[in-house]
């Protein structure tokens, strides 16, 4: 009786509207782009939802959610990455890839990055009542887990790529690294022999440095703000209700899932809505010609590029026989063809999804290649950090587009990759197959992630859904206690037939010697008679 009273208590409060809190320590803008779509969503619904991040949502958007913003943290990580100029970093690094540079100053950082994030007092309302629910990114933002221990409520873990080694080992759902490759290696489902090696090798060890370089170094962070000094990361994280993961098997690897994993890749996908800006909504519809979009997403300006990819991009634009968009953030160029227009911002979906749009060329960011596949577009990648180049090459493979390598850039290389992107219809084809794969799901990404937030509203969290697998050692996980009884058993049988082999054998010695005598005299005795 007590446990239907609180199922029933708990479904009046869903249905009358629950606090929901999103928290998002770091990151960028487009992280939070991922969960928007959930928070408008679950507003419309009845339910209460506050958003706390680094960044304000635009003033002129229309938000049935609170938005807070922690723009005091955001200052403190600005002191430390600038304004975050890749092809600075790029040029300082001698060309080479910037994610190891970037990683260890974020992670060198991260315990005060926390710490700015939750004494900001921009996040004051956050921690005046209990929320029914929180979700919060599973990477790089362990730091909301001191909103799980402040208000001991249910959460849910919402990876802004795909499933990682450490989440899918929170909830005990399979990875075999024979054909699930880690997210941070360049590697397909079909790997070598080597490669199956290197991938098991990184899966099994990095639990244990996201532990070591994350966990225990926000530890004492969150200790010291909330005044709690048994306060343990590793421990209240191992209470999540549900991991959503923005993945999709059309632009990726088949792979199992436990039920409390759930596959939201494109939630943030929306059909193209018509432009406000009157401007770029008459280029684009009087274009006779098809239409190429050049964006580097909302965290890299390009502004910042060198002079020599600036110039090479704007003498390959003026060749193109096409009309180009271009988020340019800058001043205006002095030398841009007529062909080009650019805009400081664009809502990036409204136009991929104009029908005269036929390339994207992008940075390779996983929320880009969603939208241009959702919309039917073929990319040209030109990916510059973190998980872009993993991005721009799984593209390339399912035959989506090209890649171009920034270093090495020429004005000839731009030219070709978009005309053969646009010129060539197998790449129209492919696109249009994924999206199709993409859209033909039995419910939307976006409806499926409310209905899971409201399941765990429900039912005060998912334990129900939770494998014991994910509380098994690694020994009884992988059967090695079942491997050993059993090479035992194998052992012990082996022996027994061994011995009695041997017994045997003994027996029959004995049991002949008599007989060879006899036959030994006989042998003498007819030697004698010859």
Known sequence: MKLAAAILVTLVAVSEGSRVLMVLSLGSPSHKNILTPLAESLARRG???????????????????????????????????????????RQANGGKDVNSQVMKKVLHHLPEYCEAFLRDPGLKTA?????????????M????????????APFIYVTTSGLTPWTADLVGSPENPAYVPNQYLSYGDHMTLWERTVNTLVRLASPYLRKHLVLNKLDG?????????????????????????????????????????VEVGAMHCRPARPLQDKVLRDFLDSSPVPVVLFSLGSTIRSEQMPARVRDALVAAFRRLPYRVVWKWEGAPLTNLPDNVMTRAWLSQQDVLGHNNVRAFVTHGGLLSLQEAVYHNVPVVGMPLMSDQHLNVRQAVTLGLGRELTVDSLTEDDVYEAITSVVGDSSFQHRVEQRSR???????????????????VLRYGGAQHLRSVAADMPLHQYLLVDVAAVLLVVVAAAMAVVWC??????????????????????????HAKIQ
């Open 500 to 525: 009695a082999l041997r017994a045997a054998t003994r027996c029959l010695v004995r049991g002949s010697k008599p007989l060879a005598r006899k036959l030994l005299v006989a042998v003498r005795t």
């Open 127 to 139: 921690w005046a009542s209990r929320p029914d629910l929180i979700l919060l990114p599973a990477f």
């Open 221 to 261: 962070v969150v200790q010291r703000v909330l005044g709690d000094p048994t306060v343990s990361l590793a421990e209240l994280e191992k209470n999540v209700s549900m991991v959503m993961v923005n993945s999709h098997y059309s632009l990726g690897h088949p792979r199992p899932l436990m039920p409390n994993v």
């Open 47 to 89: 339910h209460k939802v506050t958003v706390a991040s680094l960044h304000a949502s635009s003033p002129n958007a229309s938000r049935s959610y609170t938005d807070l913003a922690a723009t005091g943290a955001w200052e403190s990580v600005k002191k430390v990455t600038g304004e975050f100029d890749v092809f600075k970093m």
């Open 437 to 455: 794969l993409l859209r033909d799901q039995e419910t939307s990404p976006l409806d499926r992630a409310v209905y899971w937030s409201e399941h």
């Open 141 to 152: 933002n362990e730091c909301g887990l001191a909103f799980v221990h402040k208000f001991k």
